[in-house]
């Protein structure tokens, strides 16, 4: 677990010790939207009439004739019923008073600022929709969105639910290589990219990365790139026939463009996520399942009113982003907050600037971010007004107790619950989470499965543990749960239902149970690295290694850090002839940006003659992580040659200083 560099964690011990639990306050309670806590009961007795009752709520052109037809692991909810996730998002919306109201509230690193209402979005996304039909988009034709955090990531997204295409984000801080494979992989017809973006005052050039990437993709027709700022372009090449800018397209594009009636089954996207193999999946979500589930997460976990104003921090690059900045709030009419740079640019009270300047009522964030912002210290909340935040939440990776209380403390004022939230791509929605009215919190845990969710901790061979640690599973469907991996069904099996039998869901996350029920969320016990909260694969990153010419092999481990919870350390060994050097460190650093993006830039290279591996030829990765965290090296007699784990050893001493 991350230790706190905080000089305030003298107190925060204190308060620990004294104050494990925190009861929600009456006045909290009495307005809350989940209030009566015989909710769970009655879930867990019915989850279909439970989770029939939140899709109820959507707007949907057809009805749907069976909640849910379970043919392990295939699931279909609302079978028959027809809707359309931007009709949920948008239209439904413009209906109402929510016309004018606030939904999107965007602000630029470099502080340009922009507001767009229901109205502005409903015709932004209609107009998207008509360009990407005379495109020659259709319903099930996938299109790549690889953009920095800006309204028109948003746009593209609602207006490829509005015609059924599928979306696919590629985050923008992936490398070209990583951009082409998940495209190939996809067989995307249209990428959608920008000039660039901003990052801690630099600038991320995007189509000079789209361009590298498109080198290599058959399937793509058409690229259309959104110019970032009108007043100071950056400099970027235009293909003919292939590269529009969005700007133009827009200004021919229709005002209207009628959504498609999408089955509950359609495919709404795809989101690339990394796993134990070297190349990542395509996790697959449809339209129904999956807006019900964010739809009553967010209403639920976050209280959502309709006055609140709402920030989730997360890019929408990664699944947070779908499902809790673009398709949870919108789908509930909220104003949702978006940022599209660095907490720290141009000083470390940027994020509680723009909780300052909007009123936000509710911040969602990780672990990582509030662990950095412990190191930079109290007095940057403490000079901004945080009065208006009433609800804090966490997600991405373990919170430990004291980043726990540091946050209640320092930017929930002791006023506001903070929920912890556990998740995952592939769950589409929270599973495992506190509801703020009704669950007395525990710092450092997530604590009860969501209503209508059933959660267990299970041995490996498949015994239920009623207290205590094991590997955390889901042992009954949900409306949000993926359905399965493109273009991959044999590793949907493999990964996912292969653990136990009979449909039970097997997270590869490691959990524990204690006397009151409550999880405890311990990290990933598969070779998924949790880095900055971002998942990573090992082999992914070994893959990128041996990838260079001067590498014969890799292993990869995570390391503990401070701020990111998990570092990447790579042990590699060099090719015959192959002299060893910070140089040869710093390329290997730089080859694996190159190969993957910065978030998997390892903190620690480390030379070794040979890998430790056990007689049958395994890598020990244990032990690797063990000496990448300085550790002890205990028992070694399983290694078929010991010398090598003692010269790693001194190696990482002798960097280490
Ligand atoms: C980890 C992010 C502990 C976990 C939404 C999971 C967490 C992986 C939490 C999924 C939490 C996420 N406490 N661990 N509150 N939330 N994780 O797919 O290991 O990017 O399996 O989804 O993050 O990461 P992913």
């Given at each position: 677990?991350?230790?706190?560099?905080?000089?305030a964690?003298?107190?925060?011990?204190?308060?620990?010790?004294?104050?494990?639990?925190?009861?929600?306050?009456?006045?909290?309670?009495?307005?809350?939207?989940?209030?009566?806590?015989?909710?769970?009961?009655?879930?867990?007795?019915?989850?279909?009439a439970?989770?029939?009752?939140?899709?109820?709520e959507?707007?949907w052109?057809?009805?749907w004739?069976?909640?849910?037809?379970w043919?392990?692991?295939?699931?279909?909810?609302?079978?028959?019923?027809?809707?359309?996730?931007?009709?949920?998002?948008?239209?439904r919306?413009?209906?109402?008073?929510?016309?004018?109201?606030?939904a999107l509230?965007?602000?630029?690193?470099?502080?340009?600022?922009?507001?767009?209402?229901?109205?502005d979005?409903?015709?932004?996304?209609n107009a998207?929709?008509?360009?990407?039909?005379?495109?020659?988009?259709?319903?099930?034709?996938?299109v790549?969105?690889?953009?920095?955090?800006?309204?028109?990531?948003?746009i593209?997204m609602?207006?490829?639910?509005?015609?059924?295409?599928?979306?696919?984000?590629?985050?923008?801080?992936?490398?070209?290589?990583?951009?082409?494979?998940?495209?190939?992989?996809?067989?995307?017809?249209?990428?959608?990219?920008?000039?660039?973006?901003?990052?801690?005052?630099?600038?991320?050039?995007?189509?000079?990365?789209?361009?590298?990437?498109?080198?290599?993709?058959?399937?793509?027709q058409?690229?259309v790139?959104?110019r970032?700022?009108?007043?100071?372009?950056?400099?970027v090449?235009?293909?003919?026939?292939?590269?529009?800018?969005?700007?133009?397209?827009?200004?021919?594009?229709p005002?209207?463009?009628?959504?498609?009636?999408?089955?509950?089954?359609?495919?709404?996207?795809?989101?690339?996520?990394?796993?134990?193999?070297?190349?990542?999946?395509?996790?697959?979500?449809?339209?129904?399942?999956?807006?019900?589930?964010?739809?009553?997460?967010?209403?639920?976990?976050?209280?959502?009113?309709?006055?609140?104003?709402?920030?989730?921090?997360?890019?929408?690059?990664?699944?947070?982003?779908?499902?809790?900045?673009v398709?949870?709030?919108l789908?509930?009419?909220?104003?949702?907050?978006?940022?599209?740079?660095?907490?720290?640019?141009?000083?470390?009270?940027?994020?509680?600037?723009?909780?300052?300047?909007?009123?936000?009522?509710?911040?969602?964030?990780?672990?990582?971010?509030?662990?950095?912002?412990?190191?930079?210290?109290?007095d940057?909340?403490?000079?901004?007004?945080?009065?208006?935040?009433?609800?804090?939440?966490?997600?991405g990776?373990?919170i430990?107790?004291?980043?726990?209380?540091w946050?209640?403390?320092?930017?929930?004022?002791?006023?506001?619950?903070?929920?912890?939230?556990?998740?995952?791509?592939e769950?589409?929605?929270?599973?495992?989470?506190?509801?703020p009215?009704?669950?007395?919190?525990?710092?450092?845990?997530?604590?009860?499965?969501?209503?209508?969710?059933?959660?267990e901790?299970?041995?490996?061979?498949?015994?239920?543990?009623?207290?205590g640690?094991?590997?955390?599973?889901?042992?009954?469907?949900?409306?949000?749960?993926?359905?399965?991996?493109?273009?991959?069904?044999e590793?949907?099996v493999?990964?996912?239902?292969?653990?136990?039998?009979?449909?039970?869901?097997?997270?590869?996350?490691?959990?524990?149970?204690?006397?009151?029920?409550?999880?405890?969320?311990?990290?990933?016990?598969?070779?998924?690295?949790?880095?900055?909260?971002?998942?990573?694969?090992?082999?992914?990153?070994?893959?990128?290694?041996?990838?260079?010419?001067?590498?014969?092999?890799?292993?990869?481990?995570?390391r503990?850090?401070?701020?990111?919870?998990?570092?990447?350390?790579?042990?590699?060994?060099v090719?015959?002839?192959?002299?060893?050097?910070?140089?040869?460190?710093?390329?290997?650093?730089?080859?694996?940006?190159?190969?993957?993006?910065?978030?998997?830039?390892?903190?620690?290279?480390?030379?070794?003659a040979?890998?430790?591996?056990?007689?049958?030829?395994?890598?020990?990765?244990?032990l690797?992580?063990?000496?990448?965290?300085?550790?002890a090296?205990?028992?070694?007699?399983?290694?078929?040659?010991p010398?090598?784990?003692?010269?790693?050893?001194?190696e990482?001493?002798?960097?280490?200083?």
């Amino acid at each position: 677990m991350a230790k706190t560099p905080d000089p305030a964690s003298q107190e925060i011990d204190a308060l620990l010790d004294e104050r494990r639990t925190f009861v929600p306050s009456d006045a909290f309670r009495a307005s809350a939207n989940a209030a009566d806590g015989a909710v769970y009961d009655r879930a867990a007795a019915d989850p279909e009439a439970f989770w029939a009752g939140f899709a109820r709520e959507l707007e949907w052109i057809e009805p749907w004739s069976t909640v849910l037809e379970w043919d392990p692991p295939n699931a279909r909810w609302f079978v028959g019923g027809k809707l359309n996730a931007s009709v949920n998002c948008i239209d439904r919306h413009v209906r109402t008073a929510r016309r004018n109201k606030a939904a999107l509230i965007w602000e630029g690193e470099p502080g340009d600022r922009r507001t767009l209402t229901y109205f502005d979005l409903y015709r932004e996304v209609n107009a998207f929709a008509g360009v990407l039909k005379s495109l020659g988009v259709t319903r099930g034709d996938r299109v790549a969105l690889y953009l920095p955090l800006v309204p028109e990531l948003a746009i593209a997204m609602l207006a490829c639910a509005r015609i059924g295409a599928v979306h696919s984000v590629v985050f923008g801080g992936f490398s070209a290589e990583s951009l082409r494979d998940r495209i190939n992989d996809a067989s995307a017809s249209v990428l959608v990219t920008a000039d660039g973006g901003y990052r801690r005052g630099g600038v991320v050039a995007l189509k000079q990365m789209a361009d590298d990437a498109l080198e290599g993709t058959p399937s793509i027709q058409h690229v259309v790139v959104v110019r970032r700022q009108a007043h100071d372009p950056l400099p970027v090449s235009m293909q003919a026939e292939r590269d529009h800018w969005y700007h133009e397209l827009m200004a021919e594009a229709p005002l209207r463009c009628e959504p498609e009636a999408m089955d509950a089954e359609d495919l709404l996207y795809i989101l690339y996520t990394s796993g134990t193999t070297g190349k990542p999946k395509g996790i697959m979500h449809t339209t129904g399942g999956y807006l019900t589930g964010t739809y009553a997460t967010t209403k639920w976990v976050f209280d959502l009113k309709e006055d609140d104003v709402y920030w989730c921090t997360a890019d929408i690059g990664w699944v947070t982003g779908h499902s809790y900045l673009v398709y949870g709030p919108l789908a509930n009419g909220a104003t949702a907050v978006m940022y599209e740079g660095a907490p720290d640019w141009p000083a470390r009270d940027r994020m509680w600037e723009i909780v300052e300047r909007y009123g936000v009522t509710i911040f969602y964030t990780a672990p990582t971010a509030i662990r950095a912002f412990m190191k930079w210290g109290t007095d940057w909340p403490a000079k901004r007004d945080l009065s208006s935040l009433r609800l804090l939440g966490s997600v991405g990776e373990p919170i430990n107790p004291e980043a726990w209380m540091w946050y209640h403390e320092h930017v929930g004022r002791q006023q506001c619950p903070v929920v912890d939230t556990w998740w995952q791509t592939e769950t589409g929605a929270i599973l495992i989470t506190p509801l703020p009215g009704l669950t007395t919190l525990k710092p450092g845990s997530a604590s009860r499965p969501f209503p209508g969710i059933t959660a267990e901790i299970r041995t490996a061979d498949g015994q239920k543990v009623e207290k205590g640690g094991g590997l955390l599973a889901i042992a009954k469907p949900w409306p949000s749960m993926l359905r399965g991996i493109y273009r991959d069904p044999e590793r949907f099996v493999a990964q996912y239902w292969s653990q136990w039998p009979d449909g039970i869901y097997f997270t590869g996350d490691g959990a524990k149970l204690d006397d009151d029920g409550y999880f405890w969320l311990l990290g990933r016990v598969d070779d998924v690295l949790n880095v900055a909260g971002h998942r990573l694969g090992t082999m992914e990153v070994e893959s990128a290694l041996v990838d260079h010419p001067d590498v014969a092999e890799a292993a990869v481990v995570g390391r503990s850090h401070d701020i990111k919870g998990e570092a990447v350390a790579a042990f590699v060994t060099v090719r015959e002839g192959v002299e060893t050097s910070d140089t040869l460190v710093d390329v290997l650093k730089a080859h694996v940006v190159k190969k993957i993006g910065a978030i998997a830039r390892p903190d620690l290279v480390l030379f070794a003659a040979d890998l430790p591996k056990t007689r049958s030829g395994k890598i020990m990765r244990r032990l690797l992580r063990d000496i990448a965290d300085g550790k002890a090296l205990g028992d070694t007699t399983t290694l078929a040659d010991p010398a090598v784990v003692a010269k790693l050893k001194d190696e990482y001493e002798d960097e280490e200083g």
